[in-house]
């Protein structure tokens, strides 16, 4: 089955340490991406990457980095920087173009506490 | 700056009615508009998509109206079912320039029996 999986689902946190999402997809898309929800809030775009070994910075980049060494995966390092941590990650990928559909994975609930 | 507004957090309905949601949006290089559904702790699932081409399209129960003038589109779901319970985002992308998708704040639907 093609998807993308994220992993895990449910992560806890103490204030001040670095954490790591991670996001893995056999689709063979080339894009990938991060958003984060809050309750109320869209989904805010964190990181994207168009191609292995390039990744540009959305919306609410601050507090956040990430790597793309290989297509399948775009880890996702939640630094101690971040302010606000707590909320649920979301990763997607797609195939670039004018019809831009992107696919996402089940998401990551991440608490710091 | 929020590219693109769903102004409605909330929207109840009655079973067998149709359900409206509706998007603005302020940036004209958008031209390619998806709608997705969201159940709660799941990621989005793509439900239907517009090329500013086209002003309507229709999947089943689902169709999606493009006002381009008005930088305005809407979901109507015919009839609405209880299934449809969910939060709906509209998200926009343009062709030219970052391959991204805009995603607005989200619509909570609810279909009362």
């Known amino acids: 089955d093609g998807g993308i999986t994220q992993s895990p689902k449910y992560l806890f946190r103490k204030e001040g340490q670095n954490v790591t999402l991670s996001c893995e997809q056999n689709l063979n898309h080339d894009a990938m991406y991060w958003y984060r929800q809050d309750p109320g809030q869209g989904l805010r775009l964190i990181y994207y990457?168009?191609?292995?070994?390039?990744?540009q910075k959305g919306d609410i980049a601050e507090g956040y980095s990430v790597s793309r060494e290989k297509k399948e995966s775009f880890p996702l390092t939640v630094t101690s920087a971040q302010k606000n941590p707590t909320a649920f990650y979301l990763c997607?990928?797609?195939?670039?173009?004018?019809?831009?559909?992107?696919?996402f994975g089940q998401g990551t609930r991440l608490t710091v506490v | 700056d929020q590219q693109v507004k769903q102004n409605s957090p909330s929207l109840s309905v009655q079973e067998g009615r149709i359900s409206i949601l509706n998007c603005d949006y302020t940036n004209s290089m958008f031209d390619y508009f998806l709608w997705y559904k969201k159940y709660p702790a799941e990621g989005p699932t793509f439900l239907i998509s517009i090329s500013s081409i086209k002003d309507k399209n229709e999947d089943g129960r689902f169709t999606v109206f493009l006002n381009k003038s008005a930088k305005h589109l809407s979901l109507h779901i015919v009839p609405s079912q209880p299934g449809d319970s969910a939060v709906y985002f509209c998200?926009?992308?343009?062709?030219?320039?970052?391959?991204?998708?805009?995603f607005g704040q989200g619509t909570r639907l609810t279909i009362n029996p």
């Open positions: 990457s168009q191609i292995v070994n390039d990744f």
């Open positions: 998200a926009a992308s343009a062709y030219r320039g970052a391959q991204k998708l805009v």
């Open positions: 997607a990928s797609s195939i670039p173009g004018s019809a831009l559909r992107a696919f």
